[in-house]
């Protein structure tokens, strides 16, 4: 295939009839081994929560990147920024990019954030983006966590208002409309009156936001129990990776938190696993 693909290459608006596609080129793009429905269902809440927030580069119609965007207000979050391996490095993603960070200036989005892999590091670097900190996976050890006490916590399955404000302040903006559409999804909530609260979707942890290193751990300890398997823990908080390393987490991989803008306030010590990479 010649070299000027970009050329060829026009982004469009992506439609919820294209998350199976969106989620096969990401699958292909990184190389993701698990099943396919997971992120099927990623693309879907990520159109649910922002319809006009995600893009598809189609060359000959078929569709050979994505990528989308949440509006928060003063900050975006950009995140499924992925291109078909065999026409990465052709330009595609940075059409896509240009593409979101043109409507996010259009809203007059302040700061703009994303966690890169080391691969799309350059790019993000091209386009203005500084490095922040490590978002980093851990896989969850239900052994290591068995002589932990859990007491004091409960599971909903609707998101009480403590544990909104919770977020917004840890979180830096409102993001109620994201977190609302994982619960519609059987997501299980799990509480400390007024003292943290953790989500808990098909084995992934995540957001967990707690007042105190002890009410994080008893979260997450309740939440392995009841089959968390994996989250993701921002490194510039040293109580998140001190408790999941105590717990026995096994590191799987790691990305870099950029920023493209001024910093915004956020409460990042008592975030003790984020909602996810594309997400924030």
């Not at 398997?229 to 790691?254: F, H, K």
Request: a positive charge; hydrophobic letters at 45%.
């Amino acid at each position: 295939m010649g070299r000027d693909v970009v050329g060829r290459v026009v982004i469009m608006r992506a439609r919820p009839s294209d998350a199976g596609a969106m989620a096969r080129v990401f699958v292909k793009a990184f190389g993701h081994r698990g099943p396919l429905e997971p992120v099927v269902t990623n693309f879907g809440v990520s159109m649910e929560v922002q319809p006009d927030g995600c893009f598809v580069a189609l060359l000959n119609s078929s569709v050979i990147g994505t990528g989308c965007f949440f509006d928060y207000g003063r900050v975006a979050w950009v995140g499924n920024v992925a291109v078909v391996p065999e026409l990465q490095r052709r330009g595609v993603g940075t059409a896509i990019m240009l593409r979101i960070l043109g409507e996010l200036r259009a809203r007059g989005v302040e700061t703009v954030r994303l966690d890169a892999t080391e691969q799309g590091r350059r790019l993000y670097r091209k386009l203005g983006f500084v490095e922040e900190y490590h978002t980093i996976m851990y896989r969850l050890s239900r052994e290591a966590s068995e002589e932990v006490s859990y007491g004091g916590v409960e599971v909903l399955d609707e998101l009480p208002e403590f544990a909104l404000e919770f977020d917004r302040r840890a979180f830096g903006a409102d993001r109620t409309h994201v977190l609302a559409s994982w619960v519609r999804r059987r997501a299980k909530v799990l509480v400390v009156a007024r003292d943290g609260y953790a989500l808990l979707r098909k084995g992934f942890l995540g957001p967990v936001i707690a007042r105190s290193y002890g009410v994080a751990k008893t979260l997450v300890t309740r939440a392995i129990r009841l089959g968390a398997q994996r989250m993701i823990v921002p490194s510039a908080s040293r109580d998140a990776v001190r408790l999941v390393e105590e717990l026995g987490a096994e590191e799987v991989t790691r990305c870099i938190r950029m920023r493209l803008g001024p910093m915004y306030p956020k409460d990042v010590g008592g975030i003790y696993g984020i909602l996810g990479c594309a997400k924030g």
